[in-house]
């Protein structure tokens, strides 16, 4: 008990109707609860849009998640859910619910920016294969949120359109790169959202605005229609606000894909049935990775993850420690590998295919001037890193050597999960900074990534869980690591981990302090 309250500070939390301008549909702390009113006929779909608008337009003139909308795309999927209900049809999976998307997964006719200048004017001429699903499933997309430019970063401060801020402390950064998407759920604007994880920047984000994220096993969900970042490394990935409504997004968005040759014939479980299945932690073999133990991080973090620990312990884990003594190298294996894939993948945006042209005298000209003026510098030093790393002469002293750290990762993860079933570690070494802290040092924002990027060198499943506050108030995360293919367990021990805490996925107090304006994007 005395534990439970050291996790929950009276004074940082506020339920939601608690907050004055939060609207009746947005304080459901469940897109699944939500689901099922609008199938019972208690609510319309498109009655739940508008205050999804409403709340959009209030919230996000502060917070800054959405770089544009997709309303009437949003109003047709509403209306036809309505149309069903009225028919007495029963109707898929999270019908009715709206949801943001990452700014980096193509939406057909609208604009995929990647928060880069460079693809300025650029609208995807197809759907991405999760999008086709959330149609599949009649959920309305309502928008585009902001990111890192091209996925790169930890803090979303790398955007050339907008600052995201963190609904908990609006000096703080939300994360990143998906910062748009996890600062869209954390500020009630949807319950629901969709970003990409290439080493970590779903969970770290769901770590720094308390929420639930899962980067799935690579394979499992289609990344057609995802812009390449790390092509070996990306799975589109989802946030929540609870462990159940995550299963059940997971769920629509799995799957394999003839589209994506890396997509997997994997069945996909039904998440959303089997995520309460199980009754506690007794039976279960939990790992603490000894190189991720919280010695090093921040003091909160490592006591939160103790008393973490000490929950599941008592409920009937088998703690043990686990090396995996190559995660020192993880951070200089993934900044090698993503970047030189990066390098690879960015090559197309040369003035000539996509958005944005710079007239040279020649095409040389055009293409360097294109590019020179289309990224940002934390783009610019990941393609030259990763050109450097894949040169000749250069290639087996890095890129080479990184494989084999990657490699060795994968055979030392599999070792461990014979000896346990789930491996855990803070999500992120500490809580949300503040905005400009790290942006003129980009090695301080890269080792933030220690615990997130070597889950996907491995290709594992991993998820992060809210398990405390820091003194000030800010979330900190639990990372849940579990071997390929285990999402059902690793969502099963998260729920449990959720009732056990009973840290309370509510949101910040910080409204109090706001003075909501009109939105910019009142009328987009
Ligand atoms: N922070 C990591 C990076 O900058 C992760 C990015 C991601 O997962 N897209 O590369």
New binding site residues.
């Given amino acids: 008990m005395e534990e439970t309250e050291r996790m929950q500070p009276e004074k940082s939390w506020k339920s939601g109707p608690e907050l004055g301008a939060m609207t009746e549909s947005l304080a459901e702390s469940s897109a699944l609860a939500l689901h099922q009113k609008i199938q019972s006929g208690e609510r319309t779909a498109v009655s739940v849009l508008d205050e999804t608008f409403e709340a959009i337009q209030k919230r996000d003139a502060v917070i800054g998640a959405f770089v544009s909308l997709n309303k009437e795309g949003a109003y047709q999927m509403a209306e036809a859910v309505d149309k069903a209900v009225a028919a007495g049809q029963s109707l898929p999976l999270l019908a009715g619910v709206p949801i943001s998307i990452k700014n980096n997964i193509s939406i057909q006719g609208n604009a995929v920016s990647c928060a880069s200048k460079i693809l300025a004017g650029y609208r995807a001429p197809f759907n991405a294969t999760v999008v086709d699903k959330m149609a599949a499933a009649m959920m309305p997309i309502v928008g585009n949120t902001n ?2 430019e091209f ?4 803090s979303t401060e790398n955007s050339a359109l907008q600052l995201t801020k963190n609904p908990w402390n609006l000096d703080c950064v939300p994360g ?3 910062g748009g998407s996890a600062a869209a759920v954390a500020s009630g604007q949807t319950l629901l959202s969709l970003g ?7 969970r ?1 984000p769901a770590s720094l605005c308390g929420l639930t994220g899962i980067k799935p096993t690579y394979g499992r969900v289609s990344r057609y229609g995802l812009v390449a ?2 092509s070996s ?2 799975q589109i990935s989802p946030f929540a606000r609870n462990t159940i409504d995550l299963a059940a997004l997971l769920e629509v968005i799995s799957g394999f894909d003839p589209a994506d040759s890396t997509s997997a014939r994997q069945p996909v479980p039904a998440f959303s049935k089997t995520v309460q299945d199980r009754a506690n932690f007794s039976g279960l073999k939990i790992g603490v990775i000894q190189q991720l133990n919280g010695d090093g991080m921040q003091p909160a973090v490592a006591e939160s993850f103790q008393h973490a620990i000490q929950h599941m312990q008592s409920d009937g884990a088998a703690v043990q420690s686990i090396s995996i003594p190559s995660i020192d190298a993880a951070i200089a294996a ?2 090698l590998i ?1 970047t030189a894939e990066a390098s690879s993948n960015l090559a197309r945006f040369d003035g000539v295919r996509y958005g944005l042209r710079v007239e040279g005298e020649d095409i040389n000209a055009m293409y360097c001037q294109t590019r020179a003026q289309g990224f940002g510098p ?1 783009v610019k030093r ?1 393609i030259m890193l990763g050109t450097f790393a894949l040169s000749s002469g250069y290639y087996d002293a890095y890129y080479g050597k990184a494989q084999k750290v990657r490699a060795l990762l994968r055979k030392q993860f599999e070792d461990a999960f014979q000896a346990v079933d789930v491996l855990v570690c803070p999500t992120s070494p500490a809580t949300a900074f503040k905005i400009g802290e790290k942006s003129t040092d980009p090695v301080s ?2 080792l ?2 220690i615990a ?2 070597p889950v ?1 060198l491995v290709g594992v499943p991993a998820m992060n869980i809210p398990c405390g506050f820091d003194t000030s108030g800010l979330p900190i995360g639990l990372q849940l690591i579990a071997p390929h293919w285990q999402e059902e367990k690793l969502l099963q021990l998260a729920h449990c981990f959720e009732k056990l805490a009973a840290v309370p996925l509510n949101y910040p107090d910080s409204w109090e302090r706001v003075k909501v304006n009109d939105s910019p994007m009142a009328n987009a």
């Fill in positions: 990111l890192d996925a790169m970063g930890g990143g790169s998906s990409s994880d290439t080493g970590g920047s779903v770290q970042f790390g490394l990306d993934y900044y993503a934390e990941r924002m890269y933030m990534d997130t990027v996907n």
